[in-house]
């Protein structure tokens, strides 16, 4: 059973540069998650996408944006990167309309930006 | 303002012994779901344990149970017979359900050392 996988592992950019990250959700999920994790931080909700659609957004500026494809996988894209966007960008993905709703995360992408 | 307040930045345990992290909550939602996750130095969040707010029962999974306690707005998790593998970042976290759709909101984490 393959769980949530994220690509590339590390990313390095400079300022003002674009960013896209990808992750491929769970088997059998069918939502996907995304947080930004400072370091020394807990993560904070970007936004979430289900049936390719943003459902719900955190305190995010539009610079953060994303997409969901119809196999479920996702996209998050960064635009004109600051200093402040070096940071663990983690996936989250789950099954809708489950009780729970239990997210589980991938490895993880490790952003930097000089 | 909904939120998670996790007041022990660090914790230390005795290996085999028990040990309780806490969390509290602040939500108006009456329907919402409380969650820990390990994160080991990896990086990785691992679910461990998962309390709906209707849950009358108190969730357990193996090692892991999760003291609700509803009217204090509390979540604790106990973790017993400590293991030198759970030495870990662990954060308690809630899934709100805000116009149909969940939003989570997650505290800012306690690092668990486990002294052989």
């Known amino acids: 059973d393959a769980g949530v996988t994220q690509s590339p592992t590390h990313l390095i950019k400079t300022r003002g540069q674009q960013v896209t990250l990808r992750c491929s959700p769970k088997?059998?999920?069918?939502?996907v998650s995304w947080y930004q994790q400072a370091l020394g931080q807990g993560p904070q909700f970007i936004f979430q996408y289900y049936e390719e659609e943003e459902r719900q957004r955190g305190n995010f500026p539009d610079r953060f944006s994303g997409h969901q494809f119809p196999n479920y996988s996702s996209e998050l894209n960064v635009n004109a990167l600051l200093l402040g966007d070096s940071a663990l960008y983690l996936c989250?993905?789950?099954?809708?309309?489950?009780?729970?709703?239990?997210?589980?995360f991938g490895p993880g992408t490790r952003l930097t930006v000089l | 303002a909904q939120k998670i307040t996790q007041t022990q930045p660090g914790m230390f345990v005795q290996e085999k012994e028990a040990v309780t992290l806490d969390c509290t909550y602040d939500?108006?939602?009456?329907?919402?779901?409380l969650f820990w996750y390990k994160q080991p130095s990896s990086g990785e969040m691992i679910f461990l344990i998962y309390?709906?707010?209707?849950?009358?029962q108190n969730a357990t999974e193996g090692r892991y149970s999760l003291n609700f306690q509803k009217a204090r707005k509390s979540a604790n998790l106990v973790i017993s017979a400590s293991q030198l593998g759970d030495s870990a970042m662990y954060f308690c976290a809630m899934r709100v359900d805000p116009s149909g759709t969940y939003k989570y909101i997650f505290g800012t984490g306690t690092r668990l050392k486990v002294l052989a």
């Open positions: 939500t108006s939602d009456q329907s919402y779901g």
């Open positions: 309390q709906g707010s209707y849950d009358e």
């Open positions: 088997s059998g999920h069918d939502t």
């Open positions: 989250a993905s789950s099954l809708r309309l489950t009780r729970t709703d239990t997210q589980y």
